[in-house]
């Protein structure tokens, strides 16, 4: 089994796992990136207009990271329709299912062809004393 270097911290850290990529070393930029990507990532509303988390620089940045090179493993395995990793515990935002995709897995180019399966844990958001995060994962075949 070939070995995987996993680097968190959303968009600390790409360039040096860029060189690892372009070293032939399978990468994983995986976590809490704090970005909402593209309209389709995040529920119907103007309430977070003003939030960094959808503001052009923020999914300009993200954007970067996939012109660069990197897959959006849950994006490509999931093309279309929500894929919430978050619901905040104002509002009533889990019941109602107003939730955004704030986790990523960022995958190198060798492992494109490697990824099998992957998702979003929803109803362990839903227990008590839950994190408002759900657990994302992907499943790689190495």
Request: glycine share 10%.
């Amino acid at each position: 089994m070939k070995p995987v270097h996993v680097v968190g911290g959303g968009l600390a850290g790409s360039e040096a796992a860029w060189a690892l990529a372009n070293a032939g070393v399978p990468v994983v930029l995986a976590g809490d990136y704090n970005v909402v990507p593209t309209v389709n990532d995040i529920y119907p509303t103007r309430s977070l207009d003003q939030n960094a988390l959808i503001q052009p620089e923020s999914r300009q940045a993200f954007a970067r990271l996939l012109a660069q090179g990197w897959t959006d493993a849950l994006r490509k395995l999931y093309p279309n329709g929500p894929l919430w990793t978050f619901w905040d515990y104002e509002r009533g935002r889990w019941p109602a299912d107003k939730g955004m995709r704030l986790d990523h897995f960022l995958i190198s180019p060798g492992l494109c062809d490697r990824l099998v399966d992957g998702g979003v844990d929803r109803s362990v958001r839903g227990e008590p004393n839950a994190s408002d995060h759900a657990p994302a994962w992907i499943v790689l075949d190495l």
